[in-house]
């Protein structure tokens, strides 16, 4: 098995933490761990925040991508619809045979 980086989360057009970071900053990363630390002074990032703006966000180019951005949650909670939580146990709720 390699470890890997496969996302972060929340993403940087969320407000995630990447947005922040800029070309030269240092960051570690631990594969064995799940981290990835960046070594920018926090009172530093904290100025980045006050005085740029968060990233653009792109326009969606399909309506599948604008419902995706809309209604999906981040990976870290789970990178589900949000609205299909509710939806949760209905093979239980429904009778086999409902057709």
Do not use: F
């Amino acid at each position: 098995d390699s470890p890997s980086i496969l996302n972060a989360s929340p993403e940087s057009a969320a407000g995630g933490g990447l947005a922040w970071l800029q070309t030269g900053d240092v960051i570690r990363i631990d594969l064995n761990t799940g981290r990835c630390d960046a070594l920018v002074d926090e009172a530093e990032i904290a100025r980045r925040k006050q005085h740029l703006p968060a990233p653009p966000i792109p326009p969606s180019n399909t309506p599948w991508e604008e419902l995706y951005r809309e209604k999906t949650s981040q990976l870290a909670d789970g990178g589900v619809l949000e609205m299909a939580i509710k939806y949760r146990g209905t093979s239980q709720r429904t009778p086999r045979h409902n057709h």
